[in-house]
C-alpha cells in the first residue's frame, strides 16, 4: 500500500488552544504526523510518495468560495490587525436569535463566523499546510481510481470536522470529503465513508446530508458528553434525497473494544447493502484507551483486528489520516490498522 505524506503539514502548529478553562499546547502538533510516517517508513507497508498540486477547483467541489477566500486571506488579516505576535483564535459566536448569516469586515467577526471552536489555530503557514493535506487526500484517491486496492493519505491537518464553509476540532479543510468527491466527479455511481476516529465526523455528515451517492457513516463519543456536542445523536439520518444514507453509532465514554467492534460491525453491515464502488476510511486511532483528550478503551490489539475487517469488505479503500493525539503510541496503531489491512 502507498503513502502519501508531505513535510508542509509541519507549517500548521499552533502555540495554543483553549481547554478545561486553560490555554493549553495544541494536541494537534507535527510531531503525530512525523511519528506515524516514521513507523511507516520503518515498515514493510510500501513506497512513501509526495503529493501533486490539485489547484483550488477540487476544493471549491466541497468548500465555498467565500470560505477559501477567508482561509487563504485569514493570517494577513490578522497581522494587520493584530501584529503577528499571537496566532489567531476566534472568541464568540452567534447563538439563537442572533444573527449568522452575515459575514463582518473585521477579522475577528470573519474568525467566529466561520469557525466553530476555539481550539484551532490559524498561524502564517495554515492555508499552505491545509492545501498540501487535501492534495494527499486527492492524491492517494488517484491511486485508487488507478486501479490499486488501497491508498494511505497521510493527512495533516485533520478534515472531518471541517464542513463546507467553517473550520473547528483541528480542522479547515475535509480531506476526506474532498477525496470521495473526486470519486463521484470521475463517475463513481456511489462511495461511502466510515468515520472510525473517536468524534463525529460533524463536517463530513453535513457535507453529504441531502445527497444519496455518498453513504457517510460515524462511530463516535456520543454528543450527550462528547465533542462537538451539537451534531451527531442517532437520529440524524440524511434529508430529502440523501434519507436514510447517514448514519451515527454514538458511543458512551467508557466504550470497550467489544462494544466498538459490534457497531463496527453493523455499519459493515450497512456499507455491504449499499455496494458503494469506493470505500473512504476517516482513519482516527484516538480511540486508543491512552488517548489524551478521548474517553474509549481500545488497545493497541485492536488496531489490526480493524484493518482486517475493512479488508474483508473487499472494496477499494482510501484511508485517510484524521486524529490521534496520544503520540507514544500514534504512529504504531496507525501501521496496525494499515498492516491488518494488508495481511487479511
Ligand atoms: N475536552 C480530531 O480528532 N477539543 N479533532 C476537544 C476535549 C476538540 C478533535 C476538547 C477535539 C477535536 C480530528
Ligand atoms: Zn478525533
Not at 493584530?82 to 472568541?91: E, V
Not at 463519543?221 to 447517514?246: C, I, K, S
Amino acid at each position: 500500500m502507498k503513502t502519501i505524506y508531505t513535510d508542509t503539514h509541519r507549517l500548521q502548529h499552533g502555540n495554543v488552544e483553549l481547554m478545561d478553562g486553560q490555554l493549553l499546547p495544541c494536541f494537534e502538533k507535527p510531531e503525530r504526523a512525523d511519528l506515524i510516517i516514521t513507523q511507516i517508513r520503518a515498515s514493510r507497508l510500501g513506497p512513501v510518495l509526495e503529493p501533486d498540486d490539485f489547484g483550488i477547483m477540487p476544493l471549491a467541489r466541497v468548500h465555498t468560495s467565500a470560505y477559501l477566500a477567508f482561509l487563504q486571506s485569514a493570517w494577513d488579516a490578522w497581522v494587520e490587525e493584530h501584529g503577528s505576535t499571537h496566532h489567531a483564535l476566534p472568541l464568540n459566536w452567534p447563538i439563537r436569535g442572533m444573527r449568522s448569516d452575515i459575514e463582518p469586515e473585521a477579522i475577528d467577526g470573519k474568525l467566529s463566523y466561520f469557525s466553530f471552536d476555539a481550539g484551532t489555530p490559524i498561524t502564517p503557514g495554515t492555508w499552505q499546510a491545509v492545501t498540501g493535506s487535501a492534495y494527499v487526500a486527492l492524491t492517494a484517491q488517484q491511486c485508487i481510481a488507478a486501479g490499486e486496492r488501497a491508498a494511505f493519505a497521510l493527512c495533516r491537518p485533520p478534515g472531518h470536522h471541517a464542513a463546507a464553509d467553517y473550520y473547528g476540532g483541528y480542522c479547515f479543510l475535509n480531506n476526506a470529503a474532498i477525496a470521495a468527491q473526486a470519486f463521484i466527479d470521475q463517475g463513481a455511481p456511489r462511495v461511502a465513508v466510515l468515520d472510525v476516529d473517536y468524534h463525529h465526523a460533524n463536517g463530513t455528515q453535513t457535507i453529504f446530508y441531502a445527497r444519496d451517492e455518498v453513504l457517510v457513516l460515524s462511530l463516535h463519543g456520543d454528543p450527550r458528553q462528547e465533542f462537538p456536542y451539537f451534531l451527531g445523536y442517532a437520529d440524524e439520518t440524511g434529508v430529502g434525497q440523501g434519507e436514510g444514507f447517514n448514519t451515527n453509532y454514538p458511543l458512551p465514554w467508557g466504550t470497550d473494544a467489544a462494544t466498538w467492534f459490534a457497531a463496527l460491525e453493523s455499519a459493515c453491515q450497512r456499507i455491504m447493502a449499499y455496494a458503494p464502488d469506493a470505500l473512504v476510511i476517516s482513519l482516527g486511532v484516538d480511540t486508543y484507551k491512552g488517548d489524551p483528550i478521548s474517553q474509549f478503551l481500545l488497545d493497541s490489539a485492536d488496531y489490526p483486528r480493524l484493518g482486517q475487517r475493512l479488508a474483508r469488505l473487499g472494496l477499494p479503500t482510501l484511508f485517510v489520516m484524521e486524529g490521534g493525539y496520544a503520540v507514544e503510541a500514534i504512529g504504531v496503531n496507525t501501521l496496525s490498522v494499515l498492516s491488518g489491512f494488508v495481511q487479511a
